[in-house]
DNA sequence: TAAAGATATTCGAATATGATTATATGATAA
DNA sequence: TTATCATATAATCATATTCGAATATCTTTA
């Protein structure tokens, strides 16, 4: 009887962490390398505690990882090919 | 100052609507061609209404359309040759 | 036109999500 | 060690999603 679906929970997670306005502004920031919180900060139009929660779950969906850097915190993709590859496909269909 | 949100919210949405196991499942399917609802519940594990919800979602959000079917009703992608390569994308990377 | 088959809509309950505010933590420099 | 900068967490509230049960709406055929 059919397909399961849990062969589709990971990817229905994976597309949930990134259908978030904000979430996928910072991805596509990261994209072109990784950045500071502060940076994305001034990229993103939401103050700090919101974006560190969309920088959490970010990272607990796999999507980013992070690296202390002195004072600050970076964060970059952890799988860049793949999520420019995701961004040329929307670009392309005129979804961004 | 940055990009605006704005131009996120489309595709923002677009992904949020294929951020469910039982919609990315209906979709993949029909990646495969046009099925009626009878032969979609029959793929997908969820009682009628429920896959009438998710379809009519999928619908609002600009991923599917319908046709009437004598006394059945077809569902087939707007855009078969983007979400299948949005598909290949994911199975690409072990998502699916 | 009535019955039956196929699909859609509505509603309520449970749960999840997102924003804001306040507070806490961690790292460095003085 | 204290002060400060940078980031994270917690608590709260408002809103959104999801599902199941009940019911409604086509569409066709008798």
Redesign the interface.
């Known amino acids: ?16 962490a ?8 910072i991805v ?1 920031e990261l994209a072109s390398g990784k950045k500071c919180v502060n940076d994305i900060k ?4 939401a103050n700090q505690p919101n974006i560190s929660q969309h920088l959490s779950l970010l990272k607990l969906s796999g999507i980013v990882d992070s690296r202390q850097n002195g004072k600050m915190k970076c964060y970059f993709l952890k ?1 860049e090919p ?1 999520m420019r ?2 961004f040329n ?2 670009k392309k ?1 005129k ?2």
């Open positions: 009887m059919a397909i399961v679906k849990y062969n589709y929970l990971n990817a229905a997670k994976f597309l949930k990134l259908s978030h306005p904000t979430r996928l502004m596509n001034e990229l993103v139009q799988d793949m590859e995701l496909n929307l269909n979804l961004i």
